[in-house]
């Protein structure tokens, strides 16, 4: 048998197709590589996206008994009635009638009363709620801030607005008005005040640079108000209004209306914020007949007390 001549250089075409057949394999090897690492980058861009913040939770998280809240001796002042009482029917009285409430940890509330002996009566209503924002970006303060602003509405107490800065124009360059009257000597123009026209049947006075007519009073003519111009309603202090010195925030509200016939019956609240806690002291008096109406100071003083004693408890 004949042996082939070997020439170097040259390379069988067995090798040729091996060669060409692990190009391939390699190409394709290398093309899941790349995809598999482009789809890794994407997984990873996706988890290291920043993620919304989480507001704070609120300071409060349970509330304390309400009924039990509030001192005896603090109630026999806020209920008058209750010395005419019998020890077990002024006991009664004094120990309240606690709110009906599904969740004791998010609202309570608390309701005491008692009959004086010339018929009228004394009320108090205390509420107490805990907010809780179900929105992760709002935070439970935020939340109670704005069920406490619900109540200053309605008390007819306005909330101040901060205004937003209107921004300045940029300047366009010097502007030239047109000339008006007559020109004076050194060439600027020189307005002449229009004449003032004065009512039929009176005398004018043209001393200085206008005309004033003699028998009309100044203030008239300067539009400032006479002697005779009835004035704004002077303020008492004893109107609804902001409080300082309680809670984040507070308020106190009077409102006084009829109550049976000739009855009168005054409400006072006070409502103050503290965090993500709102509570509300309502005291109302009820008279009868002809006996005045309920004192404001007397009954705002008492509710800020007792408000003041609660902000206190808080605290705790």
């Known amino acids: 048998m004949q042996r082939k001549r070997y020439s170097p250089g040259r390379v069988p075409g067995t090798l040729l ?10 190409g394709a ?3 899941c590589s790349a995809a598999g690492t482009a789809e890794d980058v994407t997984v990873d861009a996706k988890a290291g996206s920043a993620a919304a913040p989480v507001a704070p939770p609120g300071r ?11 001192p005896q001796a603090a109630l026999r002042e806020l209920l008058p009635g209750t010395v005419a009482l019998s020890d077990v029917e002024r006991a009664k009285a004094l120990r309240g009638t606690a ?13 005491w009363s008692a009959d004086t002996a010339d018929g009228g009566s004394h009320r108090l209503v205390l509420d107490v709620e805990r907010v809780v924002s179900y929105d992760p970006t709002v935070s439970d303060a935020t ?6 602003t619900r109540k200053q ?11 937003t800065p209107t921004p300045t124009a940029p300047a366009t360059g010097p502007t030239t008005a047109p000339a008006s009257g007559t020109a004076g000597t050194s060439g600027a123009a020189t307005t002449t005040p229009p004449a003032t026209t004065a009512p039929p049947g009176t005398r004018t006075s043209t001393t200085g640079t206008g005309t004033t007519p003699t028998g009309v009073p100044s203030s008239a003519a300067t539009g400032a108000p006479s002697a005779g111009t009835p004035s704004a309603p002077a303020t008492t202090g004893l109107e609804p209004r902001l409080l300082g010195g309680l809670g984040d925030i507070a308020f106190v509200g009077d409102t006084l209306g009829s109550a049976g016939g000739a009855g009168r019956q005054r409400v006072v609240s006070v409502v103050f914020r503290t965090s993500n806690v709102v509570v509300t002291v309502e005291y109302r008096q009820r008279t009868t007949g002809t006996a005045p109406a309920p004192d404001s100071k007397e009954l705002q003083d008492r509710a800020q007390n007792l408000a003041r004693l609660l902000a206190n408890r808080l605290e705790e």
């Open 29 to 31: 090897l290398t093309g």
């Open 153 to 163: 509405l309605a008390a007819g107490i306005a909330v101040p607005v901060t205004p």
């Open 17 to 26: 197709g091996l060669g060409a057949g692990l190009g391939v394999a390699l």
């Open 143 to 148: 939340r109670a801030q704005e069920v406490y």
């Open 99 to 111: 709110a009906v409430t599904y969740d004791t940890d998010r609202r309570v509330g608390c309701t």
């Open 60 to 70: 409060y998280r349970t509330l304390f008994e309400p009924c039990g809240a509030v």
